[in-house]
């Protein structure tokens, strides 16, 4: 069975092929439906990844940054989210973020239904913009929004390499 650090590593993993892949930061769908890791006892183990999750980049101090506006539909972040934009952001269902969600600005902070919301409050960035919402729709779990939080500077990656070489495969038989 898969630890939780290890599924944290793979996801990492599958993330920053994504990014190199697509040349995105942040913000990326998530292409895959699962991942399979092979254990040093030669079993294999396929775990399904929520087709709701976002590749996105990891800082030491948040469990996720996106670059823009999210719908989080029943889905699970263990820690904080950083959100770069003033883009409305949206978390449905059963979505449980355990930290806080830091965004720039002010937004509207809307809650509908029987969340567990701490509260919003306030950092020490920039009030503006203004023109955004944040909604709480449903059984939503979040520590509070954390507004006037400024953005941070993400490094670009640097490019794929050109492959050295191509290959022609044939499949001639099926579960070849």
Avoid: W
């Avoid at 697509?22 to 092979?38: C, H």
């Amino acid at each position: 069975m898969l630890k939780p650090s290890s599924v944290r590593f793979y996801l990492f993993v599958l993330t920053f092929v994504l990014l190199c892949t697509f040349g995105q930061v942040v913000g990326v769908p998530a292409l895959a439906k699962g991942f399979s890791a092979k254990h040093s006892d030669n079993k294999t183990e396929t775990k399904a990844i929520n087709n709701n999750s976002l590749a996105v980049y990891q800082l030491a101090n948040d469990a996720v940054v996106v670059r823009n506006g999210f719908n989080l539909n029943g889905g699970r972040v263990e820690g904080s989210v950083r959100q770069l934009l003033p883009q409305s952001s949206t978390l449905n269902g059963q979505s449980i973020v355990t930290g806080s969600l830091f965004v720039v600005g002010t937004p509207n902070v809307t809650l509908n239904g029987s969340n567990i919301y701490n509260g919003t409050t306030t950092g020490t960035g920039s009030s503006t913009p203004t023109n955004y919402n944040v909604t709480l729709n449903g059984n939503v779990t979040l520590k509070s929004v954390v507004r006037h939080s400024d953005a941070i500077t993400l490094n670009n990656l640097p490019s794929v390499p050109t492959p050295l070489g191509t290959r022609d495969v044939s499949l001639n038989h099926g579960g070849s």
